[in-house]
């Protein structure tokens, strides 16, 4: 649990998103693109991080082309995929057709996360908003009265504190947010975990990107142009005995389950090319405490099954800013703009950050603004009880964050544990090879129609979110929809 702390003199800004992954520059975006400021912390000092959740779905192309950022988007080098199919032993289904769904792209496009996320984040740029600190990993919260009121961040210039109105845990699955401000994580038991490697692509390989399942052995292949991108599902903490038995041995049940790749799985040299993602599918049982509303990964960490992971993150995002623009709007209120000066470090810096909407207001110490103080001081007391006012109503609006989103979590991640327990348990189990196929599978190979329910599944989710907050440079800003 974070300490409290006592208020300082520290960079403040209206909303504070800890982690720049999908959900976190998604929202802080939309944010700055309504006019609010808004300041993300990144961890790492760049976007590129191999082996993340690299497919864009219809339902965020759709958010694309709402944003007017679509064409620009698609310049971006992807894959499309019209279909998802797998191979069972012998046989091949198509599962899902996604040319049937009522949006502008009827594909799932195969693009790098790293590659999304800094057009995203050019895109905010051009807000002036839009505050994106690299190399600053949260580490602790900053609670007073029982309200988070910022963060502690490591920064390269040493530890730091960043004081926000409202503070956003982004920060994926192994959340600090989450596991400092002490929610509760409903674990719902995923049985897999998966391995992540990439192995060469030449000219006489097939296009297309499949689930091979084969003698209890399941490999997806994704196909990256130059390279293949291949997740080997295995049983949840099966990695040691995978390792024991050696890596040639490895090496030959990947060429088993695809036969094409024979020769090239040799440049898997050592256990360090492959990469172990150990699969959680969990969610919190409240997002949100006073100041402070999780979403994404950090919310509920998803199974990569149907790769639907990001796209959730994404849907997070755009449900959190229809539901708080109107309140962290700097016309939300007719309350002065209060905006408390930063310490000579965080100047030096260059990091201060003004507040906009709803604010924060600086400890009565000699340094800071008279005016400010003034107002925070009046004898009336306004200015205090406005905050509060505003405090409680940006809560309540954080619950409602949570009742929006909750639904389609649930319902994603019951169909991701139904094919859990009901198809890859089973698969990884059985060593014979199938003579027949499965009844659903059987179903979908013959009766075509029946391929638009997974599509709307994997390709819209359960309740897609659509943009409706303003862009209120829309007339100002060039290149923005260019």
């Known amino acids: 649990m974070a300490a409290e702390a006592p208020s300082s003199q520290s960079p403040q800004t209206a909303c504070c998103i800890a982690g720049g992954g999908p959900a976190g520059i998604m929202l802080g975006f939309l944010l700055a693109r309504a006019g609010i400021e808004v ?13 993340r959740g690299d497919t864009i779905h219809p339902s965020t192309f759709e958010l694309m082309y709402e944003l007017g950022l679509l064409d620009d988007l698609l310049r971006v080098p992807h894959q499309q ?4 199919a797998a191979a069972v032993d012998d046989f091949t289904v198509t599962i899902a057709d996604l ?14 996360q ?5 057009f995203i984040a050019e895109k905010a740029k051009a807000y002036p908003e839009f505050h994106l600190r690299m190399e600053c990993e949260v580490t602790d919260l900053i609670i007073e009265n029982n309200r988070v009121a910022g963060v502690h961040a490591r920064t390269r210039d040493g530890d730091r504190e ?8 982004a920060d994926g699955r192994h959340s600090t947010v989450r596991a400092k401000a002490g929610f509760e994580v409903i674990d719902l038991d995923a049985p897999i975990d998966v391995l992540w490697m990439r192995v060469s692509r030449i000219p006489t390989d097939p296009e297309q990107t499949l689930g091979r399942f084969r003698a209890g052995k399941l490999l997806v292949t994704l196909n990256r142009g130059d390279y293949w991108q291949c997740a080997c599902v295995i049983p949840k903490g099966g990695f040691a005995a995978i390792q024991k038995n050696g890596l040639p041995a490895f090496r030959r049940d990947l060429e088993t389950v695809a036969p094409f790749l024979q020769g090239r799985t040799a440049e898997l040299k050592d256990w360090n090319d492959i990469k172990l993602l ?3 599918v969990d969610r919190l049982r409240h997002w949100s405490r006073s100041g402070l509303l999780c ?3 950090s919310a509920h960490a998803m199974s990569p099954i149907g790769g639907v992971g990001i796209n959730l993150a994404i849907q997070d995002a755009v449900a959190a800013a229809n539901i708080l623009v109107p309140l962290l709007s700097p016309t939300a209120s007719g309350a002065p703009h209060i905006s408390p000066r930063a310490d000579s470090t965080a100047a030096s810096a260059n990091s201060h950050i003004p507040v906009r909407g709803l604010s924060t207001v600086a400890s009565a110490d000699a340094s800071a603004d008279p005016q400010i103080l003034a107002h925070a001081q009046s004898a009336d007391g306004s200015a205090e009880a406005d905050i509060l006012a505003r405090a409680q109503s940006a809560d309540a609006h954080l619950h409602k964050v949570q009742a929006r989103r909750e639904f389609p979590t649930r319902m994603t991640q019951a169909v991701q544990i139904f094919a859990h327990k009901r198809f890859i348990t089973p698969a990884l189990a059985t060593k014979a090879s199938l003579k027949r196929l499965p009844l659903p599978l059987f179903l979908l190979k013959h009766f075509p129609i029946l391929r638009r329910i997974p599509a709307r599944i994997v390709g819209l989710g359960f309740r897609p979110e659509h943009i409706h907050t ?5 007339h100002s800003i060039a290149g923005v929809r260019k």
Do not use: Q, Y
């Open 99 to 112: 040319t049937h769904l009522p949006v502008h792209c009827k594909f799932v496009g195969l693009m790098p």
């Open 114 to 118: 790293w590659d999304f996320l800094n």
């Open 39 to 51: 300041l993300v912390l990144e961890k790492h000092a760049d976007f590129f991080r191999d082996f």
């Open 81 to 84: 995929l019209l279909e998802i």
């Open 162 to 169: 960043f004081r926000a109105a409202l503070t956003i845990g």
């Open 295 to 297: 979403i994404g990964d």
């Open 278 to 280: 150990s699969v959680a």
């Open 470 to 474: 303003p862009d209120t440079h829309a």
